[in-house]
C-alpha cells in the first residue's frame, strides 16, 4: 500500500471539517467528560440522559435491557445511571458517538456502511470469546470493528453536502483517518488507533507468542463481513436457533440477533439459516 500523501491528508481534513465538525450529533460533549469521569457522581451521570437526544437515550436503554449482555434479557433498568452501570461507561461512550453517526447516516451507502460495522463488531466480540479470551480483550476488538468504516460515512455527507463525488480509491485508503479523527477528538483508548493503522495499513497477520492479537483478529472479523456484504449487501450466517419458548437457549446466532435487533439493523442487513442443533445451555 502506498503511502498517504500529504494532498489526501489536507483533504480528509477538509472533510472532517465539513461534516463532522458543523454537523449535530445529537449530545452534549461534555457528557463523554462525565463518562471518562470514574468519580462521577449518579446524579451526573443520570443527567447525561438530558444532554443527549432521546434517540440515542431510546437505543441505549434498549440496549442496556435487551439479551445484548447475556443470554437472556436484563429487565428494565430503573434510571440513565442504571443503564450506565450495566452497560459500562466506555461503552456507553462508544455507543453515543456510534448511535449519533447512525442518526447522521440518512441515506442507503451510509446505513449499509454503519451495518458492515456493527455487524463486525459482533463478529470480532465472538470471535475472541471462542479464543478465551477476558472480556477486557473482547470489548477491544468489538470497540475497534465498530468504528472500521465509520469514516465513510463522514465521505458520504460530504459528498451530499457539496454535491462533489469522491474517488473510490481515495474512499478506500483514507477512510479510516477519519475515523482516528474521531478518536483523537473524543479521547477514545489510543488502541483503536494502534488497531486501525494495522489493519488498514499492513498487509499481514499479526499473533502475539501464543495467540492473535486483537488487531489480528479485528483485521479476520472486518475481512469476513466485508466480503459477506460485498457479495450479498447484508449479514448472513448458518447457526442453530433455540425455539422462541426456551428464552435460556443460546447460540452465536441468536446473540448476533439480539445485537443487531438491538440496533434496529436486523431485518434489513441480518439473514440467519437457521440450523438444527442441541442447544446449548
Not at 146 to 171: Q, R
Amino acid at each position: 500500500m502506498q503511502p498517504i500523501s500529504d494532498e489526501e491528508r489536507q483533504k480528509v481534513e477538509l472533510i472532517y471539517a465539513e461534516t463532522f465538525g458543523k454537523v449535530n450529533l445529537g449530545f452534549d460533549p461534555s457528557v463523554l467528560e462525565i463518562l471518562d469521569d470514574a468519580e462521577s457522581s449518579e446524579k451526573e451521570r443520570e443527567e447525561i440522559k438530558g444532554k443527549v437526544s432521546q434517540e440515542i437515550v431510546a437505543r441505549l436503554i434498549h440496549l442496556a435491557e435487551s439479551a445484548y449482555l447475556g443470554n437472556i434479557s436484563q429487565g428494565k433498568a430503573e434510571s440513565f445511571a442504571a443503564v450506565i452501570m450495566r452497560l459500562g461507561a466506555i461503552y456507553v461512550k462508544i455507543f453515543i458517538i456510534g448511535f449519533a453517526l447512525l442518526a447522521l447516516a440518512k441515506d442507503e451507502r451510509s446505513k449499509m456502511v454503519l451495518a458492515k460495522s456493527f455487524s463486525a463488531a459482533i463478529i470480532g466480540k465472538l470471535f475472541a470469546e471462542q479464543l478465551n479470551w477476558q472480556k477486557e480483550s473482547a470489548q477491544r476488538v468489538e470497540i475497534c470493528c465498530l468504528f472500521s468504516e465509520v469514516g465513510k460515512v463522514l465521505i458520504h455527507l460530504y459528498e451530499k453536502k457539496t454535491d462533489e463525488s469522491v474517488p473510490d480509491d481515495f474512499v478506500e485508503r483514507c477512510h479510516w483517518l477519519l475515523a482516528l479523527k474521531i478518536a483523537e477528538e473524543f479521547k477514545l483508548p489510543e488502541y483503536i488507533r494502534d488497531s486501525f493503522t494495522y489493519v488498514f495499513g499492513e498487509n499481514s497477520l499479526r499473533f502475539t507468542h501464543n495467540s492473535l492479537s486483537v488487531a489480528g483478529v479485528v483485521m479476520l472479523a472486518y475481512a469476513t463481513v466485508s466480503h459477506i456484504f460485498s457479495r450479498e449487501r447484508c449479514l448472513i450466517i448458518n447457526s442453530p436457533m433455540p425455539e422462541a419458548k426456551d428464552v435460556f437457549a443460546y447460540t452465536p446466532g441468536k446473540i448476533i440477533y439480539n445485537y443487531l435487533w438491538s440496533l434496529g439493523l436486523s431485518d434489513d442487513y441480518l439473514k440467519i439459516n437457521a440450523e438444527k442443533s442441541k442447544m446449548v445451555k
